[in-house]
């Protein structure tokens, strides 16, 4: 299996800290039978994204492990004008795999209309936008009709393994399976940022899907789509949208 979108690397985010925790998380990846992990550390205004000091930490953690896992690069990037900027002079530093395929990430707070364009900008300038775990996104969540609408711009959309168990909530672990019923998801990754909550593991993730959706489909979604994305090439697994699919509301209850 590829897991496209992990925090492995040590002391550049929120993920690893030490070069320890690094090694426990790609012994964690290999042990469950993940061959390659893409290091995405956040691109934030809270953590700057240094290119040169992301190569050098996949190179410390590639250099233990005696080839028995591969690591590629790329990042959780925020839509920010000062990565939007650097992202229009050099954009490859930021993508999967230095290939074309750019993990997005929404904040919790607030995402402007404006964000439209600017997802339809990054297609014209070639790239590939995947919207990193919309099921845990409130906003996303409360408004699935923008992540419908950016898929039909051209986005991709990549939901955490843990979500598919309940891991982030019930209402996150709904979401997920409406969204891939409805043919909105075309990756599973781990989101890993530790060996304890958040691990660098998928294959839980791929019986579950194999289980409830059948094996075909989490081929798809966790491993054929990840290894095309890194390849930087066309995705083997597109699904046709299925918007009817009834979406199950939960009820809620405001106190006053």
């Not at 190179?59 to 492990?65: D, G, N, P, T």
């Not at 409130?138 to 009709?145: N, S, Y």
């Not at 530790?194 to 899907?209: D, I, M, S």
Request: hydrophobic share 40%; proline share 5%.
């Amino acid at each position: 299996m590829v897991d496209l979108h992990c925090h492995i690397l040590p002391g550049i985010d929120d993920g690893a800290q030490t070069i320890e925790d690094s090694i426990a998380m790609a012994e964690d990846a290999i042990q469950d039978g993940i061959t390659c992990v893409v290091a995405t550390p956040h691109a934030s205004t809270e953590y700057h994204f240094d290119y040169g000091k992301v190569r050098a930490a996949r190179e410390q953690l590639q250099s233990r492990l005696d080839g028995r896992l591969t690591i590629a690069t790329g990042c959780d990037f925020h839509l920010n004008p000062e990565n939007l900027l650097a992202l229009k002079n050099d954009a490859a530093p930021f993508c999967i795999n230095q290939k074309d395929y750019l993990l997005v990430e929404f904040n919790e707070f607030s995402i402007p209309p404006a964000m439209d364009q600017t997802l339809h900008e990054l297609h014209l300038m070639g790239l590939r936008p995947i919207i990193t775990h919309p099921e845990r996104n409130g906003i996303l969540r409360a408004q699935p009709e923008r992540l419908l609408a950016w898929v039909r711009l051209g986005c991709y959309a990549q939901v955490t393994a843990g979500s598919l168990t309940g891991v982030f909530g019930s209402g996150a672990q709904e979401d997920a399976w409406t969204w891939i019923d409805q043919g909105l998801v075309h990756f599973v990754s781990s989101d890993g940022h530790n060996t304890a909550r958040r691990p660098v593991k998928l294959r839980f993730a791929y019986e579950v899907v194999s289980r409830e959706r059948g094996k075909e489909l989490a081929e798809a979604l966790l491993l054929e789509n990840p290894k095309a994305a890194l390849g930087g090439a066309s995705l083997p697994y597109v699904p046709e949208l299925r918007t009817s699919v009834e979406r199950r509301r939960r009820k809620r209850f405001f106190f006053f």
